[in-house]
């Protein structure tokens, strides 16, 4: 099987690879635009819904994707993540006078701190293991979210006031949640990209290849990994910090097994360890339930199939081809390598 | 108690194949349903379980050969397996909300004992059957797994695949009789819980399921007898936590248990120390 898909991807891929990074800007721009222009094309709320839950989910994507992609480690609990951030927001806004930027920067803070909390585990950990105490942190966070009823009112759930932002209220008629999201995703684009290509990127991929590897070349694992699972949860703690600002009620019921298991499936289906993936991955898994009404009630257990057949057909997901172009090292660190100078 | 039935499910399947099976949980709602199925149809209560207990066994081999068997032929990484399982979870639960609906339906007691007086507190003499019935099944597996030759077998190829293949072993068989083995356990579990509590839905699988799961970590994955102690502690504890906590914290306390242990003793109770291979 393996063997049969190499050639397939040396043949097709790498062309369209070489051209995307010649036309680089263009395309870009390009993209840019259609995406700015997106919102006056005369889509009904439903559809800007669906578009900033497609956004919502890439930026979830996005900060698994640190973890499961460039480090390995598997989380079954980022709905917790999705969840400390949504609360952080949510009750800021309703108690305080803070603006939303400030919610969404302490909603992130949050979630990142208990993220590297729960990445402490990791120290004793591996493998399976790993994967079953982020499960079981999920289910932890929900618990507690219905259970501490004087800060979080229980199963009833909170109501969050639409975010205001230099003067303005976002709403679904302004676009104001569409921009936002844009901006927001960008930023985490930015950031996933600004990541992999530094010293910690790296830290992290070799960590993913081979553990004993990268203890030899002075990797310290266990600091990295801690540092994976912080910058992952503060990623998802962003876009859960938005997502209240966009539901005018959430309650513990939003952030179930379920979600952690959809955002896996994103970065499984779009392409471990891609970015590219995370995007799409997020647009047929969010937009799939929607555009498949028309199998009824049969469409989850399609959703189901559609994962297993993944998993049998293309395990490394759909745009999960290796790069063949060459790694661009940082100009200092090239320099470094070519004329061997320490 | 039941906890410890599901959580043998995880244990073998886990011992063998190293793979968290997530469809276990939907596979014990899957047992109590068909139960079900046949009790609508007129059959005797006691011939309605055990149809459903070879049904859900079958069901779990068809599960390996048609999702995992193809995955292991390829070799690859272990996430595929555990996300097929949740795949399989997926279906079979929604396939049972469509085929039987997705409310709460009533189930007929196996017997009706009454109440017991055991050490001057009440109990429901079903609770005891349970209890009894779960242990003779404990009984019996661990006879099946130290005594028979699949059971010698299923030990070959938990400890090394391939050289369990090289001694003549059909490993892909002793995998399939596993999952078969982990069927016929959730459908008793399952038979066993629906008549005790008299109710049947078909997402009763999915919190079971991770408190099994919690059950048989707690135990150390992977071994049997860990699995009835793991189930008794989770159990217990859970009725403790009702008592001191407050019934919302019932659910919870299986995970804090998991992650406790995970942290301290990641081996579980009686699990066997893993050899790190460098």
Do not use: C
Request: avoid cysteine; aromatic fraction near 10%; charged fraction near 10%.
């Amino acid at each position: 099987m393996k063997m049969k898909m190499e050639p397939f991807n040396r043949d097709f891929i790498t062309p369209i690879e070489q051209f995307l990074t010649k036309f680089r800007i263009p395309a870009w721009v390009l993209l840019g635009v259609f995406l700015l222009a997106l919102p006056h094309f005369g889509f009904n709320t439903f559809i800007m819904r669906l578009f900033i839950m497609i956004g919502i989910f890439s930026m979830l994507g996005l900060g698994l994707n640190i973890l499961m992609g460039y480090t390995g480690l598997v989380s079954l609990g980022h709905a917790g993540f999705f969840a400390i951030g949504a609360y952080t927001s949510a009750l800021l806004m309703v108690h305080t006078d803070l603006p939303f930027l400030v919610t969404l920067i302490a909603a992130a803070i949050t979630s990142g701190v208990v993220g590297g909390i729960l990445g402490l585990p990791t120290l004793r950990l591996s493998g399976n293991y790993l994967t079953i105490v982020t499960l079981g942190f999920g289910e932890i966070v929900r618990m507690v979210i219905m259970n501490w009823r004087s800060v979080t009112n229980g199963v009833l759930g909170v109501r969050s006031p639409r975010p205001v932002m230099f003067g303005m209220e976002f709403t679904f008629a302004n676009h104001g949640f569409y921009y936002t999201m844009l901006v927001l995703l960008l930023l985490t684009g930015l950031t996933s990209a600004a990541i992999l290509h530094s010293r910690t990127g790296r830290a992290f991929l070799a960590i993913k290849e081979d553990e004993i590897a990268a203890t030899m070349m002075g990797i310290r694992i266990t600091r990295y990994k801690i540092l994976a699972f912080t910058i992952s949860a503060t990623i998802t703690g962003v876009a859960g910090g938005f997502y209240a600002s966009l539901m005018p009620h959430i309650d513990h019921d939003v952030f179930t097994f379920d979600v952690s298991v959809l955002i896996v499936s994103i970065v499984i289906v779009g392409g471990m360890g891609t970015m590219r993936g995370m995007f799409l991955g997020a647009i047929i898994l969010i937009a799939f339930p929607e555009v498949s009404r028309f199998l009824m009630e049969y469409r989850f257990v399609v959703y189901g199939l559609l994962l297993i057949l993944m998993m049998r057909f293309r395990p490394q997901g759909i745009l999960g081809w290796k790069s063949r172009l060459p790694y661009n090292l940082p100009k200092l660190v090239q320099k470094r390598v070519e004329t061997g100078v320490q | 108690m039941t906890y410890a039935l599901i959580a043998v499910g995880f244990s073998l399947v886990f011992g063998i194949l190293r793979l968290v099976n997530f469809s276990h949980g939907s596979m014990y709602a899957f047992g109590a349903m068909i139960a079900l199925f046949f009790v609508g149809m007129h059959v005797n209560v006691w011939l309605a379980i055990l149809l459903s207990i070879i049904i859900t066994g079958v069901a779990g081999v068809v599960i390996d050969k048609m999702a995992l068997a193809p995955l292991r032929k390829k070799k690859s990484i272990p996430i595929a397996g555990l996300i097929t399982t949740i795949g399989v979870s997926h279906i079979i639960q929604n396939l049972l909300t469509i085929w039987f609906g997705s409310q709460t339906r009533p189930f007929p007691s196996l017997v009706e004992l009454g109440m017991v007086d055991l050490f001057g507190t009440r109990i429901d003499a079903r609770q005891i059957m349970v209890f009894v019935v779960s242990l003779i099944l404990m009984g019996i597996l661990t006879l099946v797994i130290n005594r028979s030759k699949v059971g010698l077998a299923m030990r070959a190829v938990e400890q090394n695949p391939k050289a369990a293949s090289l001694m003549g072993i059909d490993v892909n068989f002793v995998i399939s009789f596993t999952f078969f083995l982990a069927g016929v356990s959730a459908a008793i579990a399952g038979g066993l819980i629906a008549s005790t509590y008299n109710l049947v839905f078909p997402m009763m699988g999915f919190m079971a399921g991770l408190k099994g799961f919690s059950a048989a970590v707690l135990g150390g994955i992977g071994s049997l007898h860990g699995s009835i102690v793991g189930g008794l502690v989770v159990g217990v504890s859970e009725a403790m936590a009702v008592v001191f906590f407050g019934s919302a914290f019932r659910d919870s306390m299986a995970f804090v248990i998991l992650v406790l242990v995970l942290i301290i003793r990641p081996t579980g109770i009686f699990g066997k120390k893993a050899i790190l291979k460098v």
